[in-house]
């Protein structure tokens, strides 16, 4: 079978720089906020060109923290795309805070700038922007937008690792925050879970200290609200810095795929999703216009898996649809109805990425 990302192959590449990783920390016995960590933290910040890394446990985490950090409490309503997983949901759930579902682009699938514009006001306290699959934001426009009603800008990098916008900068360091996720299937990930927040602002960064350690401060003195416990470990930190001296090569590969999967997937009824000129392909994303089942059946009985990323917007998920019972973002529902992900990691064979193109073109959808 060929996965959408084959984590095996992909780490047991490094099995023996793992496996000496492992050891290390072992052998010192500090497995919580130690060195690993904190070089982690600076090497991480510096790739991402901010002053300030903040590593947490889960991208999630990264989310809420984050928000926490900008000041968001309950009952704030924050702008979100509904077509990117829910995590953003499930961070501002969390606070209490009331995610407003904004419509994508058709074309990108990203946040509309229309849509965004439309939905800006003084209630607004917090943007969160998603780098959808690997696809950077047009982050010189929303901030142009935002500026004059002064409301944070949040850009979820958790697919987006080393992305870089238009203006040559990279994901991560454009927004007050930049938030990601080193669960394993990201372009950086770890062998478990882990997250970061990276920002320019020492405050923010100072804050998110404190939420990561049950809102301490200082030792057993719980001074800032909305704390808990969420941290990145040794191991998974060790592991990350040694993948951090790969990533580059990694999404030159992922890139690779793509343009190779761009110039020959040529099919009536499949369309493909256009990167934007700095992506690192997390997904590598095709629109289906109809039978999208069948191609996924007709592309498992020749060993090759897909996924929907994602199939269900965020306000039409059980927890929520009583509330949003009236909401309809045409675009977002049209894409969880058409995406189809298939196999995309730097590991893909020559062969394989030509299979799969022959498969797809060759279906009678
Ligand atoms: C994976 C992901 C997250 C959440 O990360 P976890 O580490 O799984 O909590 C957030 N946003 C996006 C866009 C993601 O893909």
Redesign the pocket.
């Known amino acids: 079978m060929l996965f959408i990302n084959d984590l095996q192959r992909h780490n047991l590449v490094l099995k023996k720089e793992i496996l000496a990783l492992t050891e290390k920390v072992l052998d010192k016995g500090r497995f919580i906020l130690g060195h690993e960590v904190k070089m982690f933290e600076k090497e991480f910040a510096q790739w991402c060109g901010t002053s300030e890394c903040t590593s947490l446990a ?4 990264a ?1 809420e923290f984050g928000l926490r950090a900008l000041g968001i409490t309950a009952d704030d309503k924050v702008i979100t795309a509904a077509n ?2 829910g ?2 949901t499930t961070a501002l759930l969390a606070i209490g805070a009331v995610p407003v579902y904004i419509d994508i682009n058709p074309e990108t699938l990203l946040i509309s700038r229309k849509s965004l514009q439309q939905h800006l006001s003084s209630e607004i306290k917090a943007v969160i922007v ?1 780098h ?1 699959y690997g696809n950077c934001c047009p982050i010189d426009d929303f901030k142009e937008m935002l500026k004059p009603f002064n409301i944070p800008l949040v850009e ?1 990098c ?2 987006a690792h080393g992305a870089t916008f238009d203006n040559g900068t990279n994901t991560g360091n454009q927004g007050d925050i930049g ?1 990601f ?3 394993p299937t ?1 372009n950086l990930g770890a062998l478990g ?3 970061a927040v990276t920002t320019n602002s020492a405050v923010i960064a100072s804050s998110l200290r404190s939420l990561r350690q049950y809102g301490w401060e200082q030792k057993y003195q719980m001074t800032v609200t909305g704390g808990r416990n969420s941290r990145l470990d040794e191991f998974q930190a060790a592991i990350l810095r040694l993948k951090l001296t790969k990533i580059n090569d990694w999404n030159n590969a992922r890139r690779a795929i793509a343009n190779h999967y761009s110039r020959e997937i040529k099919h009536s009824a499949i369309e493909v999703l256009p990167s934007s000129s700095g992506s690192v392909n997390h997904l590598f994303v095709i629109r289906v216009r109809k039978n999208r089942e069948h191609l996924q059946q007709f592309l498992r009985e020749n060993k090759i898996l897909s996924e929907i990323h994602y199939p269900i917007a965020d306000y039409r998920q059980p927890v929520l649809a009583e509330k949003y019972r009236s909401i309809q973002l045409p675009q977002t529902e049209l894409a969880c109805s058409e995406v189809l992900s298939i196999p995309c990691f730097p590991e893909m064979k020559e062969n394989e990425i030509s299979f799969v193109i022959e498969t797809l073109n060759r279906w009678k959808g």
């Open positions: 889960n991208g999630t985490d989310l990117a997983g995590y953003s998603t959808l979820d958790a697919q938030c996720s080193f669960y990201k879970d882990g997250g």
